[in-house]
């Protein structure tokens, strides 16, 4: 059974938590798909994993690359693939474009960008119209770090009443899910209930219908991790002792 953006849907009706995850290559694609995660991001954020200190050099051409190599790891797992800075923002046909290319040249089954209301509600509504499925991104969104940084957002009523209503116009253009990062807790569950479509939290707390986090993060990849990540192991110090023991072999003529 490969995950649809229906199925999304009827887990969100049924209450069964959407697991999500990010990948950037073949092998990572690979185990998370066969480890059961139901939606897999070629995130921007693999900015990490590149060498870049924000999600906003990253190409489209990048994203491409990356995405066509996750798409060769998925059997089941829908994939999702961000529209990096400037490839959506500029003009409808620019947003066309780019997110055709995503579904033509990847096989990925989605696209997700970042913002709302009144920005890119009409832009959303056009790509869903013309067959592609497009994923909302609200709250803290990491292409506007140097005008909002990387805080919470949402903590004013009348910032949480803006996150709210931004969620609201996006379902009514068509996305089929929205990722919901960095806002309260509370904020997050009343959009999650007044929604029919799923949310998706990254420091969003337990009551979005899914859950998503940087999988750099999650396998201590990533030299620092946001305050809401969980580092549920540390390759860091794995690869790191196994370069050192190898190195140390090698020098000692123990190996080979
Ligand atoms: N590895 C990684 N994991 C992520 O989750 C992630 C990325 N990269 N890159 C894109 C964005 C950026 N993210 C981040 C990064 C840092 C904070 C953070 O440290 N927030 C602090 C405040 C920092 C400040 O004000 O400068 C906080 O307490 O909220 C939050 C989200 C989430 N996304
Ligand atoms: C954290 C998720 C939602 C994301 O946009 C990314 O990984 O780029
Ligand atoms: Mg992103």
């Not at 070629?42 to 690359?65: F, H, K, N, Q």
């Not at 899914?210 to 993060?217: A, F, K, N």
Request: glycine fraction near 8%; charged fraction near 20%.
């Amino acid at each position: 059974m490969v995950v649809t953006t229906q199925q999304l849907i009827q887990w969100k009706q049924q209450g069964r938590s959407i697991v999500a995850l990010t990948a950037w290559d073949y092998a990572i694609a690979q185990l998370l798909d066969a480890a059961g995660v139901d939606l897999i991001l070629v995130g921007d954020s693999m900015a990490v994993v590149l060498g870049y200190e924000t999600t906003l050099p990253i190409t489209l051409d990048e994203m491409l690359y990356h995405a066509k190599s996750v798409r060769r790891g998925v059997k089941r797992a829908l994939v999702v693939v961000d529209l990096p800075f400037l490839t959506y923002q500029e003009s409808l046909q620019q947003a066309m474009h780019s997110a055709g290319r995503v579904l033509k040249e990847t096989g990925a089954q989605a696209v997700k960008l970042e913002g709302g209301y009144p920005a890119m509600v009409e832009t959303i509504a056009r790509l869903v119209q013309a067959g592609i499925p497009v994923m909302g991104h609200v709250g803290l969104t990491p292409q506007s770090v140097h005008q909002i940084g990387l805080r919470q957002q949402g903590k004013t009523q009348q910032t949480a009443d803006r996150i709210l209503n931004e969620a609201i116009a996006l379902e009514q253009a068509g996305v089929f899910a929205i990722v919901l990062e960095h806002i309260p807790v509370d904020l997050a569950m009343q959009i999650s209930q007044k929604l029919s479509i799923p949310t998706i939290g990254i420091g969003a707390g337990p009551h979005c219908d899914g859950q998503v986090l940087v999988t750099s993060d999650v396998l201590g990849l990533a030299e620092k991790q946001p305050p809401f990540a969980k580092v549920y192991t540390n390759l860091r110090e794995t690869i790191s002792k196994a370069v050192q023991d190898y190195a140390m072999e090698v020098r000692e003529r123990k190996f080979p």
